[in-house]
């Protein structure tokens, strides 16, 4: 068996006069000099299904979901007040009994609604396919 070896811990050193580079906000992008571009806000998302969802929170729909591999139930509908929407997932209740059901978007297949669903954002002008 050899020496027993052992560690020795260095703390790291400060240096008095280092430039600390400038923070940079997000979705912002800093030129070769060092200049903070700031992006302007953002003033629509794309039309993802999330927000689609988003834009029509506390409307009544109809889910149709699928799970593969499912020994009970291949296919399942659901149907509710649409509570909210994330990214991955949507939340509905049941206007009877007011259960709030979470489902995952992997499963999702299409959705229904009996009323007009709005899909332009509040503030932002609809642009043309011909301005693109």
Do not use: C
Request: aromatic share 10%.
């Amino acid at each position: 068996m050899g020496a027993p070896t052992t560690s020795v811990y260095m703390a790291p050193q400060q240096v008095q006069g280092a430039a600390v580079p400038p923070s940079v906000p997000s979705g912002s992008m800093m030129t070769p000099s060092g200049t903070v571009m700031v992006a302007p806000p953002q003033l629509f998302e794309e039309s993802y299904i999330e927000n689609i969802f988003r834009l029509n929170l506390g409307k009544i729909g109809t889910f149709y979901m699928t799970y593969e591999n499912n020994s009970q139930w291949n296919a399942k509908v659901f149907r509710g007040v649409l509570e909210a929407a994330g990214r991955d997932h949507i939340i509905i209740s049941d206007p009877n009994t007011g259960q709030r059901i979470v489902m995952l978007m992997v499963n999702f297949d299409y959705a229904t609604f009996d009323e007009p669903l709005a899909y332009q954002y509040p503030g932002v002008t609809p642009r043309l396919q011909d301005e693109a």
